[in-house]
């Protein structure tokens, strides 16, 4: 099966969904399709020829507070760090937090693993940015297909998500 043109990809509602929040909230940056699929932090990086420390990687976990119920929670880590579950569990006085998979995603955010937007979840969802995403100017995230990002900045980030600055590495 070969990716759908860019066309279809800029359709997709998912997509859609994210270019509308991006427009409500006046972002100037438009979404990129990028010409394959994005997986990782280094794939979207490349394609974008910028440091992988760069890219805004949405990473989703079940976070599981004292009376044992579990709640989404949305890391944005920069693409060159990997979480520290045990430091964001401790700052957000969670008892533990464990990477969701991919049902859990989709689940709580209404995006697939690989397109994660940082912005318009189908549910509200707790979020953490990546103090260390405040290096640069620029920095890219998801925009709900694997195959899309956006520009946008630390500030930004904290803007759209209403999320913490933290240290996640």
């Given at each position: 099966m070969t990716d759908p043109s860019p066309g279809n990809v800029i359709d997709n509602p998912c997509v859609r969904r994210v270019a509308a929040a991006l427009a409500s909230f006046g972002v100037r940056g438009q979404i990129t399709v990028l010409d394959d699929a994005a997986k990782t932090a280094r794939q979207a990086a490349d394609a974008?020829?910028?440091e992988i420390a760069q890219i805004a990687n949405s990473l989703v976990f079940r976070a599981y507070r004292d009376d044992e119920t579990i709640w989404p929670l949305l890391v944005l880590a920069s693409g060159a760090h990997r979480v520290d579950t045990l430091r964001v569990a401790d700052l957000l006085e969670f008892r533990?937090?464990?990477l969701a998979d991919a049902e859990f995603v989709s689940k709580h955010t209404g995006f697939t693993i690989g397109g994660v937007a940082p912005i318009a979840p189908?549910?509200?969802i707790e979020t953490v940015v990546d103090v260390s995403l405040s290096r640069y100017s620029q920095v890219w995230a998801a925009a709900g297909h694997p195959r899309t990002v956006f520009p946008t900045s630390y500030d930004e980030l904290l803007r759209l998500t209403g999320g913490h600055p933290a240290e996640v590495a």
């Amino acid at each position: 099966m070969t990716d759908p043109s860019p066309g279809n990809v800029i359709d997709n509602p998912c997509v859609r969904r994210v270019a509308a929040a991006l427009a409500s909230f006046g972002v100037r940056g438009q979404i990129t399709v990028l010409d394959d699929a994005a997986k990782t932090a280094r794939q979207a990086a490349d394609a974008l020829g910028i440091e992988i420390a760069q890219i805004a990687n949405s990473l989703v976990f079940r976070a599981y507070r004292d009376d044992e119920t579990i709640w989404p929670l949305l890391v944005l880590a920069s693409g060159a760090h990997r979480v520290d579950t045990l430091r964001v569990a401790d700052l957000l006085e969670f008892r533990a937090i464990s990477l969701a998979d991919a049902e859990f995603v989709s689940k709580h955010t209404g995006f697939t693993i690989g397109g994660v937007a940082p912005i318009a979840p189908s549910h509200p969802i707790e979020t953490v940015v990546d103090v260390s995403l405040s290096r640069y100017s620029q920095v890219w995230a998801a925009a709900g297909h694997p195959r899309t990002v956006f520009p946008t900045s630390y500030d930004e980030l904290l803007r759209l998500t209403g999320g913490h600055p933290a240290e996640v590495a």
